[in-house]
């Protein structure tokens, strides 16, 4: 492998899991629009949005609490009282917030950043919005198959030598925004998920060349925060 290539952990999955994808139109466009998204910024979705002001919130609740409305507010997003004070009641705050981490392993450089970290383990939010007021039984399985398959659990444990890693999912409804259900889906790393990781480094770095968009991914274009 090209040893001064930088990637980040979240690069690495989104690749792996959109040449999973088995319909070969949906995976070729979602692959241009991988490439696309290396020479020009794509603006977020309100999937994106609703996600990313939830996670500021939940992080820092005092700082985005608006007394007056009694609602959390965020980036132009408001979450009632109720959804957050259910949320932050399954958060340890002992724990540590958007840790950067590095390592130089497979072949390459890798970065990220843990959404939290607590020494023997590692979890990360991520938000789900549905129609009505529960996940179905199918975006129930697709959600543990996803994160089941993904190599961001794998890398991150290899990254910081920890075994514990827990996704926990906060199902919003897409209109309301109102908190529908927490899943917690927990996972063991083992040495055996050293070959995934291996896998899907390998994969990415063959289509960087094959592409010729290695000066996207140097190590010295890469620097700074990890994504």
């Known amino acids: 492998m090209t040893g001064n ?19 070969d139109e949906d995976r070729d466009q979602k692959l241009d629009e991988f490439v696309l998204g290396l020479s020009m910024k794509i603006p977020p979705t309100r999937k994106m949005e609703v996600g990313t002001a939830f996670g500021e919130i939940i992080r820092k609740p005092a700082m985005h609490f608006n007394s007056d409305a009694g609602v959390y507010q965020a980036n132009g997003y408001e979450f009632s009282a109720a959804t957050i004070n259910a949320a932050t009641s399954v958060i340890d705050y002992r724990g540590l917030f958007e840790v950067p981490v590095f390592a130089s392993d497979h072949g390459v450089e890798l970065k990220g950043r843990l959404d939290y970290w607590a020494g023997n383990e590692i979890i990360d939010f991520k938000t789900k919005l549905v129609k009505g007021e529960c996940l179905s039984a199918y975006e129930s399985n697709k959600l543990l198959e996803r994160y089941q398959d993904s190599v961001q659990w794998r890398l991150y444990c290899e990254m910081v030598s920890c075994k ?27 040495p055996m998920d050293v070959s995934r990781s291996e896998t899907a480094i390998r994969s990415l770095v063959q289509f960087i060349e094959f592409r010729g968009l290695t000066d996207h991914y140097t190590k010295v274009e890469a620097e700074g925060v990890p994504a």
């Not at 290539?5 to 994808?21: A, G, H, K, P």
């Not at 996704?167 to 083992?190: A, G, H, K, Q, R």
């Open 164 to 190: 514990r890693f827990r996704y926990v999912v906060f199902i919003l409804n897409e209109d309301t925004l109102e908190l529908v259900d927490i899943l917690e889906i927990p996972f063991y790393y083992s």
């Open 5 to 23: 290539l930088s990637l980040s952990v979240t690069t690495i999955e989104n690749f792996r899991y959109i040449t999973s994808i088995e319909d």
